[in-house]
């Protein structure tokens, strides 16, 4: 039996959400609440009466709309205007937006806060410039010297309730040229706390000559991990959940890091395991002089499709950018697929039609970072290979829903990832290895 953390929340007023509407007064009320984020492509068309997630841009501007006091935000990088990578498209409107509107906040006495990485996708960005001259504070972490990674992580907090995780960057191409999917907790303060110990960290750790504690000091461990997640109510339905990170070098004892939060969502799962992610790789990426074989969570998912019979489907990104060298590993878990042996490891890629945005590069991609199981849902920011689980920055929320009626398990943020999940892998995007054949928008087509 899990200990549990029950979950404080408070009264947010955002401006475009499925809102309850009190009859006798011109004011909205929202419960606390989760909510899937999406950002589909343009010119990417899904059939009638799928599930969509809330779009990417309108929630963002809803937190933006919405915050009194404080409003701390964590990139990659930043690029939300097409100057920044050289690019001339109408596309990046949204993106001119949210900065514009960043920017606005601090006349409105709402303090902000920034943190990116060190190193970082090299740009003409001046968004960061931009932020500071009207008021922003920003601080850059080098995570180069540091960890020898980067700092990957995504997420916003605001006023210390509401929270942002997900794939999507500070970038104009995340809300139109590439495919995104996080999840806003609306209401959560002891959620939006916790996750503010993460970013405090990154906040002093962004400090000249800063370096790492060892031990980190007592503020930044957490009394909710996997052994103790919070514990929400609401119509019924009981959430657990809880806050992953990474690397280990900045997790206190208590963080519950993010590989094992994923081996253990892996391990934990009866029926099936279904992963959407952008890259896939059983080795590390970066490393110097040479990557190194790393088959941790490889080895999870064999395990769980071998052993316990779980059925496994993983939807991989290919894009024109992909990295052909993932292809061997990928025929290597599908080949096990051996259904008379109740063996079900079945894996797709995923490839989001160029059309004519051919001039925008690294977009028109499936960045998604999410995992969804009979048991849980998952949602990251860290690809799976290696190096994202030793050296680099990421975070992960982990969620686990009852609903004791069964019209109310469609209504759970687990079940519609879920319905998400099955809207992907059954749309003309997604491709069986076996079929792929030649794609000029796939790399490992090629």
């Given at each position: ?113 920034v943190v990116t990485s060190v190193p ?150 009866q029926h099936f395991v279904d992963v ?72 797709k890629l995923y490839i989001v039609p ?93």
């Open positions: 039996m899990l200990n549990t953390v029950v979950l404080s929340c408070m009264t947010f007023f955002p401006s475009q959400l499925a809102l309850q509407r009190i009859p006798s007064a011109d004011v909205f009320v929202l419960s606390p609440s989760m909510t899937l984020v999406e950002s589909i492509p343009q010119h990417m068309k899904f059939k009638a009466n799928v599930t969509l997630g809330l779009p990417l841009v309108e929630a963002w501007k809803d937190l933006i709309s919405g915050a009194t006091h404080q409003v701390d935000v964590v990139s990659f990088y930043w690029t939300l205007t097409g100057e920044d990578i050289n690019i001339n498209s109408s596309s990046d409107l949204p993106g001119r937006d949210i900065l514009k509107e960043l920017e606005d906040l601090p006349s409105r006495n709402v303090s902000v806060r970082t996708v090299r740009t003409n960005s001046t968004d960061l410039e931009s932020l500071k001259l009207k008021g922003v504070q920003v601080r850059k972490v080098n995570f180069g010297r540091l960890t020898k990674g980067v700092l990957h992580s995504k997420f916003w907090i605001v006023d210390r309730k509401h929270v942002f995780i997900g794939s999507a960057n500070m970038d104009w191409r995340a809300l139109t040229q590439v495919k995104e999917l996080g999840v806003v907790v609306y209401n959560c303060s002891s959620l939006a706390k916790d996750l503010h110990k993460i970013f405090q960290s990154y906040w002093e750790m962004g400090q000249s000559n800063s370096s790492l504690p060892q031990p980190w000091p007592a503020k930044f461990e957490t009394d909710i991990n996997k052994q103790h997640p919070l514990l929400v109510k609401e119509d019924n339905v009981s959430t657990n959940l809880y806050l992953s990170g990474s690397p280990p070098p900045f997790c206190p004892p208590s963080r519950t890091q993010d590989l094992e939060a994923i081996l253990s969502t892996i391990s934990e799962a959407a992610v952008m890259e896939y790789f059983p080795t590390t990426r970066f490393g110097r002089p040479q990557s190194r074989y790393w088959p941790v969570i490889d080895d999870a998912i064999r395990t769980a499709a071998f052993e316990r019979k779980v059925k496994i489907r993983m939807l991989i990104s290919c894009g024109r950018d992909s990295d052909p060298a993932m292809l061997p590993f990928l025929q290597s878990l599908a080949s096990m697929d051996f259904p008379q042996h109740h063996i079900s490891i079945q894996i160029v059309g004519n945005q051919s001039d925008i590069p690294y977009s028109r991609v499936n960045h998604n970072k999410y995992m969804v199981t009979d048991e849980v849902a998952y949602i990251g920011t860290s690809n799976w290979s290696g190096d994202y689980f030793m050296t680099t920055a990421g975070v992960g929320l982990v969620i686990s829903q009852h609903a004791p009626h069964p019209t109310q398990q469609n209504e759970t943020l687990h079940s519609q990832l879920r319905a998400v999940f099955d809207r992907d892998w059954h749309s003309e995007f997604a491709v069986h290895l076996a079929d792929l054949g030649h794609n000029p928008d796939c790399a490992l087509s090629r």
